[in-house]
Structure formats: C-alpha cells, structure tokens
C-alpha cells in the first residue's frame, strides 16, 4: 500500500473531510491517526500500522485546549508543526490535519460530549473535565472523518476505553484500533511529555516502569489479590524521591472500575508527578513479553 510521495496539509475542517470523501469514493481504504504533535516513536508506530492496514493515511495535529484544566500545562505543551511535518514525509502519510483552535472549537462552540461510564475514577478524577474535552474533540474530528480506522495508543488506555464507548454509543461509522504501548531504552512510555523532564527528572521517572515490572512480576508469580499488585507498584514508586505518586490500580480493562477477581487481561495502571510533569504508565497483568523485555531497561539505565 504505497502511500503519496508528499504528504498534503490542510488547515480547515470540511477540507479534512472532503479529502478523506474523496479517497474512499475511489475505493480506498482510509486510516486516521489522532494526534497533539511533537511526534514520537510512539505515533511513528501508529502511523506504521495504519500505512499496512489502509490505502492512505490521515494524521491529525491538534493540541486540544478543552482536555487541559490547567492553562500553564497547556502553555508548556510542545508544539513542533514544522518538525512534525518532516517526520510526516518519511513515514508514508498522505494527508496532516493541523487545524487552528478557532476551526475545532470556534466562537460559540457550546456542545459537550461526556461519556459516563469508566471515566470517573483514575485520571478523571485527577484532571477535571480532562475526559469530557478529549470526548468533544474526538467526536468532532472523527465525525470530519467519516468512514475510518483510528489508531490509539494503549499508553492511555482509559482514554482508549473511553473512546471506544464513545464509538459504540453514538454509533459512529469507525472501528478503533488500540495499539501496543511503545517505550524508551529504560521502559519509559514514549510521550512529548518525556521532553520536558531534566536529566536527574528523567533518571528518576524509570521508577514508573520499574514499578510495572515488578507488579507484572508478582502476578506471574501467583499474586491475584488487586490491592496488593496496586500496593507492590506503590512501593516501587516511593522509594525514589521527589517522584509524587497520584494512584496505582489493577482495573478491568473495559470499564475501568477496579479488578475483582483478578486476571490476565486485567491492567495495571499508575500515574505520578515527575518534578512538574505528570506521567503515566500501565499494562496488562498477563504480558509476558512486556515482563521478559523489562531486564533490558534495567540493564540500560545501569549503564547510563
């Protein structure tokens, strides 16, 4: 499936939509990979996976001021739209959404989407109106699109749940597809968050995924009661310091509420504040090739 030798920009909406129209009257298949800029090797692995699964490849660019409670944060979020579009055209994208704010969310914009179930607890609790403005703009941009596969990262796999709801619920012509987490040589998620953290900062942030590890660990072992997985990545995270823990959980990975009985496919998620910046981390219970892989980061941050 060979994409455009030049990706195309477009800046306004119906355009957006037009384009993706255009591409499916021709009969091809199209795949949409949502994203807020200051790409990584996470989006680089989404965009690789849309360019086998589809004919052409839409990539958005949006850094949507409705999921940030706090106007700082979203000041300090990275925007690179001239670099993003380099990293774009080499690899394989036909078209890059980068809309202005006043096109998303333009001058008496007063629609709200909230999707209820699964979003309360975690980082919802934790970033007021966080999941209610990701909800909005998702159904706005894949309402544009029409017709899709949407690529989603599990890093954020509440907001993942949440958007397949999202999905299902308003009956939206899209089929999500979530996409294995990828991380940094220490086991760090890829995030443009990682950029803001200085070098002791980002020493310290390996605790997140050491802690992963070790609760992957137990569960291998026979570990089955929620609250003690939860409490063993606790612990991991305590013990560096300046690292300000926001809450370790096992949850199902459907509805988000915590694990009963306790499985495989259950996740662990965590979330903590590195110096200023807030990270998050999780997997699923069962993922041995995540636990196998875990003694590498170990040996890279050794050896740094």
């Not at 774009?88 to 959404?97: K, P």
């Not at 939206?172 to 220490?186: A, I, K, Q, S, Y």
């Not at 310290?204 to 990545?233: H, Q, S, W």
Request: hydrophobic letters at 50%.
């Amino acid at each position: 499936m060979a994409g455009a030798a030049r990706s195309e920009t477009v800046p306004r909406p119906l355009v957006f939509s037009r384009r993706l129209g255009d591409w499916r009257a021709a009969g091809l298949s199209v795949g949409l990979v949502p994203t807020m800029g200051a790409l990584h090797d996470g989006h680089r692995a989404l965009i690789a996976r849309a360019r086998r699964e589809n004919d052409r490849v839409a990539v958005s660019i949006f850094v949507n001021p409705l999921q940030f409670e706090d106007a700082e944060d979203l000041a300090a979020y990275p925007r690179r739209l001239a670099a993003d579009r380099r990293v774009l055209e080499t690899v394989g994208a036909d078209l890059c959404f980068a809309p202005a704010a006043a096109a998303m969310v333009p001058p008496g914009f007063a629609t709200r989407v909230a999707v209820r179930a699964g979003t309360g607890r975690w980082e919802g609790a934790g970033r007021s109106g966080h999941f209610e403005g990701v909800a909005t703009i998702v159904a706005r941009l894949l309402g544009l699109a029409g017709p899709v596969r949407a690529y989603f990262g599990e890093k954020d796999a509440q907001q993942l749940a949440m958007v397949r709801r999202l999905v299902l619920d308003l009956g939206l012509p899209v089929r999500v597809v979530g996409c294995p987490t990828v991380r940094e040589p220490d086991g760090l998620p890829a995030s443009s968050r990682n950029r803001r953290l200085g070098a002791d900062a980002r020493r310290a942030a390996g605790c997140l995924p050491r802690a992963v590890a070790r609760t992957l660990t137990a569960f291998a072992a026979g570990e089955r009661v929620a609250e003690r997985l939860a409490a063993i990545a606790a612990a991991v995270v305590a013990l560096e310091p300046g690292v300000q823990l926001a809450y370790t959980a096992v949850v199902d990975p459907h509805t988000f509420e915590p694990a009963a009985a306790v499985g495989p496919d259950d996740r662990l998620v965590l979330a903590a504040r590195v110096a200023s910046v807030r990270l998050i981390d999780g997997a699923r219970l069962g993922d041995r090739g995540l636990l196998a892989r875990s003694a590498r980061w170990r040996e890279w941050a050794a050896a740094r």
